[in-house]
């Protein structure tokens, strides 16, 4: 008892003095376990991610931009692997991720479960939906779980390319003709409410935050990064010739920051808990991914095991050679 109450100092000692906690750290249940909630719904958003821009690489306006979304949408993937990787050294193994992916148990963000209806909403998720994971995902390079924060470090630099790229998309549309600029027009008014959706439940409203920033997994709360992005996003908007669709939104001299409209919160917590306009669809895609992959996986196995029967029986030729015994 003595011994666990002793580990817990340490522990804590460790989060104030800001020395990360690694794999083989003590660490309380309860930080194992909300690691690995929000670290696997991590994971699982960028792969359900992938979708919706996949939907369009075989529809993109050219060659280069075929190849520039091609390499976006496998850069999620990689995201995918390496927060898979951080989660598996909290004990938790892939295929169980998968299983609660799967069986609607796991998360994703509800941001994915939005149709892609034109080619503008290739740059309105760069720039937007980007733009929100990089504001959440920048203060989690200095989030207190060693692994975590390492994989977030590359994960940033590649979702600021991400950005970049959806931006730039963006330009091309409103400087062109007035149907590109309305195509531009209409995907932003789709995408930015949900996009503030992906900041999760107002604070007041967020079960898991008081704890989590206490452990410094999050250092800043779900309203205060929601704010950045406002902030952040509203002189794009301008730059772009975009009308932000919020009849609320306001400069607020006395606090230095945009006042915004309210998000429709019922509407979130209806895409959270499965009800989002392709929420059966996402999930019926991955489950058929994993499905269809089965061959893959047997096939790899088995080569697996062929390779370690070859390399055993390698090693008790060698050693018998060693032994002085003649081998045939
Ligand atoms: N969607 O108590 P809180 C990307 C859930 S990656 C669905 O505030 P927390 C890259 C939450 O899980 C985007 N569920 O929770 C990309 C919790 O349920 P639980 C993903 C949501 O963890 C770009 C409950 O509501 N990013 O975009 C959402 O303290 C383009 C109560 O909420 C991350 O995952 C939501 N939006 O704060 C890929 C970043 N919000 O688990 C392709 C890491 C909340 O208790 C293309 N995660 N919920 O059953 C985080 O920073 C946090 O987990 C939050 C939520 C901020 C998402």
Redesign the pocket.
């Known amino acids: 008892m003595e011994q666990i109450i002793n580990m817990e100092e340490q522990f804590e000692a460790r989060i104030a003095n800001e020395i990360r906690i690694e794999p083989k750290d003590w660490m309380p249940d309860a930080y194992r376990k ?1 690691l690995i ?3 696997s ?6 792969i ?3 979708l ?2 996949g939907n369009w690489i075989t529809r993109a306006p050219s060659l280069k931009r075929k190849s520039i979304l091609l390499a ?2 496998q850069d ?1 993937a990689g ?1 995918g692997l390496y927060l898979y990787s951080a989660a598996e050294t909290l004990g938790i193994t892939r295929d169980q991720m998968y299983a609660d992916l799967h069986s609607g148990k ?7 479960n939005y149709p892609t209806l034109s080619w503008a909403d290739m740059g309105t ?2 720039w937007l ?2 733009g ?2 990089i504001m ?2 920048v203060p ?1 390079c200095r989030t207190s779980y060693g692994p975590y924060a390492r994989a977030m470090v590359r ?1 940033c630099k590649e ?1 600021s390319f ?1 950005q970049r790229q959806g931006f730039e998309i963006m330009m091309v549309l409103c400087k062109g003709s007035n149907e590109q600029k309305e195509m531009a027009q209409d995907a932003f008014n789709r995408w930015w409410w949900p996009t503030l ?5 107002r ?1 007041a ?5 008081e704890t ?1 920033m206490r452990w410094k ?2 250092r800043f709360s ?1 309203d205060e ?1 929601r704010q950045r992005f406002v902030d952040m996003m509203v002189p794009q908007a301008e730059y772009l010739g975009l009308t932000v669709p919020d009849k609320d939104l306001k400069w607020n001299e006395e606090r230095g920051h945009y006042d915004f409209g309210e998000v429709d919160w019922e509407e ?2 209806n ?2 808990k499965g009800n989002g306009p392709c929420s059966k669809s996402r999930l019926q895609a991955r489950i058929d991914a994993w499905e269809d992959g089965a061959w893959v996986r047997e096939a790899a196995m088995a080569y697996a095991e062929k390779q370690e029967r070859r390399s055993s029986k390698t090693q008790v030729v060698s050693s018998k050679t060693e032994s002085g015994r003649i081998v045939a």
């Open positions: 909300t909630r929000q670290i719904q991590h994971a699982h958003s960028e359900v991610g992938m919706p821009e976006k949408v999620e995201h796991a998360k994703y963000s509800s941001i994915f998720i760069g939906v980007d929100a994971a959440n995902q989690l994960v979702e991400h959706m992906m900041f999760g439940p604070d409203e967020s079960p898991n935050s989590s997994i999050k779900n990064l979130f917590w895409v959270v």
